[in-house]
């Protein structure tokens, strides 16, 4: 009788103590996962505002003048010029004709702040 008291304290305290861990854990990665959901928004707010900053400051920028600069900065290695677009770095730079028209960040299809 008095082993399987033990057996059946020890279980108990055992599994009392893995309820509270997985408890905890769960706590511990909702509190994360909350964190990194605030952090994006914040770090989406911050690059809506450095977008219509440099569109504001670029206005009557010209695809070669963006082109020139990345290339005297960083090498012709370094970004990607297609149709309408350059790429560099997980920038992209939209023109319409010639005049740059948007900046789009980090495999954005469509500004967000438009």
């Known amino acids: ?55 504001d400051l670029a206005k009557g920028a010209k695809r070669e003048d963006i082109v020139g600069f990345l290339s005297s900065k960083y090498g012709t290695n370094y970004f990607v010029k297609e149709e309408g677009l350059v790429v560099a770095d997980g920038v992209a730079f939209r023109f319409r004709g010639d005049a740059l028209a948007d900046i789009l960040l980090d495999g954005e299809t469509e500004s967000q702040t438009r």
Do not use: C, H, N, P
Request: glycine share 6%; net charge positive; charged share 20%.
């Open 1 to 55: 009788m008095r082993k399987s008291f033990w057996a059946v304290t020890v279980l108990g305290v055992a599994l009392g103590s893995l309820s509270l861990y997985l408890a905890y854990q769960l706590l511990d990665a909702g509190i994360s996962v909350t964190y990194a959901y605030d952090q994006q928004t914040y770090l989406k707010r911050d690059r809506a505002v450095l977008r219509e900053l440099a569109l």
